[in-house]
């Protein structure tokens, strides 16, 4: 099991260019996003038909679910983590991101059995994480953490979404992983050893649009942005009904769907227009992930960070 993932968004405009046959304007637009607090702002603002018809959300497993549909064309947008978008960027993908939707401050979680109560007890044991950048990073600081390497532990690649079998199975003993997917672990008596607080401003959830897409999604893009914002003011003001709506949804208790936002900050049109502007706190992060992917074998060379983000779609911070 491992970590991101939870949905929403859209977009959509006009093209005529390449001396290619113009576009309707408005075409859907498609985005694929799987189980994670940060993404449910885009949930309540479909179930609430703040969406319209031009954005259509596609609810995979896992963010590979997402990844492929990128890569076939079926979608044109996910959410993903900006590791996860800088390795598909090195990988030959052009992507540019359009919404910061969460930086995650101890929802990413290492989970563990009785008697393994600190990172360096984790040495022969079996730990499962996700295949991919996110899970990798969090297994690397965790190592780390213990004064470990890789050859010290036995690794089982699973996703959040298909740890619980495995560790009621007893074929774990360690899971790297992330809400809504801890909470049944926790519930099976996993204790968490350790999260990313230990080193913040690392995993940053995103929406990423293909940036060879992005100009014939210009106006579904402004919606899907406006419906995810209007559905955080939402989540302030009516905080119960919010929490109630994704409990609901994800079949959680009401305390424990609470819970799994503690470990997030959900930033505003203020804070996003902020970290997606030219120089802003996404590039900066970006670059000091670049060099620890970079260092670790994750990326095969580091990202140029061109066209990496763009504050163009957000609304009028007046409005």
């Not at 579904?220 to 009904?241: C, Q, V, Y």
Request: overall charge negative; some cysteine; aromatic content about 4%.
């Amino acid at each position: 099991m491992n970590r991101r993932q939870l949905l929403q968004s859209a977009l959509a405009l006009p093209l005529t260019f390449l001396g290619l046959p113009g576009c309707s304007r408005d075409e859907p637009l498609d985005i694929g996003l799987h189980p994670w607090p940060g993404y449910e702002p885009l949930l309540l603002a479909r179930d609430f038909g703040w969406l319209g018809e031009t954005v259509r959300l596609s609810e995979g497993h896992n963010a590979g679910d997402s990844i492929a549909g990128l890569k076939s064309g079926a979608l044109s947008a996910a959410c993903l983590t900006l590791d996860e978008v800088l390795g598909l960027r090195v990988g030959g993908m052009p992507l540019t991101v359009v919404l910061v939707m969460n930086e995650s401050v101890g929802a990413d979680v290492v989970l563990a059995r009785s008697g393994i109560q600190t990172p360096a007890d984790i040495k022969g044991k079996r730990v499962a994480v996700e295949q991919g950048a996110v899970g990798t990073v969090v297994l690397q600081k965790l190592l780390a953490a213990g004064g470990l390497e890789a050859a010290d532990i036995e690794r089982v690649n699973a996703a959040p979404s298909d740890q619980l079998p495995l560790w009621q199975s007893g074929q774990i003993d360690v899971a790297i992983s992330y809400p809504p997917f801890s909470k049944p672990l926790m519930r099976a008596g996993a204790q968490p050893i350790f999260d990313n607080r230990q080193f913040p401003q690392t995993i940053l959830d995103v929406l990423a649009v293909r940036t060879d897409h992005m100009h014939k999604h210009d106006e579904p893009l402004r919606t899907l942005i406006r419906g995810h914002f209007r559905a955080l003011d939402h989540l302030r003001t009516s905080r119960e009904d919010g929490l109630r709506r994704i409990a609901a949804r994800r079949n959680l208790s009401y305390e424990e769907t609470e819970a799994s936002f503690r470990g997030l900050n959900l930033p505003g049109l203020s804070a996003n227009s902020s970290l997606l502007a030219a120089s802003g706190g996404l590039e900066a992060i970006a670059r000091n992930l670049n060099a620890l992917m970079t260092s670790s074998g994750l990326l095969a060379a580091p990202d140029s960070l061109v066209d990496l983000a763009t504050a163009d779609f957000l609304p009028d911070e007046k409005n």
